[in-house]
C-alpha cells in the first residue's frame, strides 16, 4: 500500500499575500485540500487543476464538522497514496488543533510536514501599527484564548492583570465583557489601551479602540463581530492613534470633497 504524505499548513491572517512560499509549494503538489473556513478562496488559486478541496469548517454554532472525521479523513486519504494538505486559518498550532492532528497522524505512521503560518494576532496588531513588544511599554506578550469552554475558564486572568505584559485575545469576542472585567478586578488598571481588530489583514478589515472598562460596549457600538482578536495594555495605545489619524483623514477627505 503506497502511503501518502499530509501538510498541516498555516493559511495566515487573511490575506492571501501572506501566505509563505512553503505553503504555496505544498499547494501546488496537494492531490487533495482540506479547507477552515476562515481560509480566504483566493489562495486556493495555487492549487493544480483538479485538486480535489474540501470545506471542513466548524464555526461557532454553524454546521461543524467534527474532528475525528476530519483526522479520519485525512489518514484515509493518506493511505489512498494522496498528498493531502490541511490549510488552517493563521498558524496551524495556535488555537487550531493542528497538534492534535499532528500526533494522531504520527501515531498512524503517517509523513506530516508542517508549515507554519502568520498568527491572526500578530497580523492583527501589526495591521492597526501596535508592535506587541516595546522596550517602554511591554517586555513581552500572551496569547491566549477567550472561549470558555462550557462556562469555566483555565485562564488565570488575575495573574495575567499582573503579568505587565501585551495580552492578545483570540476568540473572545463573545466574552468581552467578561474578560474586562477578570482584569480589572486582578488589578489591571481601568484605562489600560485596548484594540479590537476585526477580519485582520482582509479588505473588510475593522478597529476599534477603547480604555479596558469601555471595551465591550465600544466593540458592541462598533458592531465588532468574530473573527477578532483583541490586544489589551499598554502597546494598544498606539492603536487609538491610528484610529484618530483615519477618522481625521476621513474628515479631511469629506471637508474636500
Ligand atoms: N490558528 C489561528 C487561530 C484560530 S482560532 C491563528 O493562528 O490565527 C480562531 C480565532 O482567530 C478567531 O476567533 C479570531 O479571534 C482569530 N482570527 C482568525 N483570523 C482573524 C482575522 N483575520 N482577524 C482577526 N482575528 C482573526
Not at 454546521?63 to 493511505?79: C, G, K, N, V, W
Not at 516595546?134 to 496569547?143: E, I, K, L, T, Y
Not at 492583570?161 to 474578560?179: H, K
Request: include cysteine.
Amino acid at each position: 500500500m503506497s502511503i501518502g504524505r499530509v501538510w498541516l499548513v498555516g493559511a495566515g491572517p487573511g490575506d492571501p499575500e501572506l501566505l509563505t512560499l512553503r505553503a504555496v509549494r505544498a499547494l501546488a503538489q496537494a492531490d487533495v485540500v482540506l479547507v477552515d473556513d476562515l481560509v480566504d478562496e483566493r489562495i486556493l488559486a495555487h492549487t493544480r487543476p483538479g485538486t480535489r478541496v474540501i470545506g471542513v469548517g466548524k464555526r461557532g454554532g454553524c454546521a461543524s464538522t467534527p474532528q475525528r472525521f476530519i483526522e479520519a479523513l485525512m489518514l484515509r486519504e493518506a493511505a489512498a497514496g494522496h498528498c493531502v494538505v490541511r490549510l488552517k486559518g493563521g498558524d496551524p498550532f495556535l488555537f487550531g488543533r493542528g497538534g492534535e492532528e499532528l500526533s494522531r497522524l504520527r501515531a498512524a505512521g503517517v509523513a506530516v510536514e508542517v508549515v507554519p503560518g502568520v498568527t491572526s494576532g500578530m497580523a492583527a496588531a501589526t495591521a492597526v501599527g501596535v508592535s506587541l513588544t516595546h522596550r517602554d511599554a511591554s517586555p513581552g506578550v500572551v496569547f491566549v484564548t477567550g472561549h470558555e469552554k462550557d462556562g469555566a475558564s483555565r485562564v488565570d486572568w488575575a495573574a495575567l492583570a499582573r503579568c505587565g505584559l501585551t495580552l492578545v485575545v483570540y476568540m473572545g469576542v463573545a466574552n468581552a465583557q467578561r474578560i474586562a472585567r477578570a482584569l480589572i478586578d486582578g488589578g489591571l488598571a481601568p484605562d489600560t489601551p485596548c484594540a479590537a481588530v476585526q477580519s485582520a489583514t482582509r479588505a473588510e478589515q475593522r478597529l476599534a479602540t477603547a480604555p479596558l472598562e469601555a471595551l465591550a460596549q465600544r466593540m458592541t457600538d462598533a458592531g465588532i463581530a468574530s473573527p477578532a482578536i483583541l490586544v489589551i495594555g499598554e502597546t494598544a495605545r498606539a492603536a487609538a492613534l491610528a484610529a484618530e489619524a483615519e477618522d481625521h483623514a476621513a474628515r479631511s477627505v469629506a471637508v474636500a470633497s
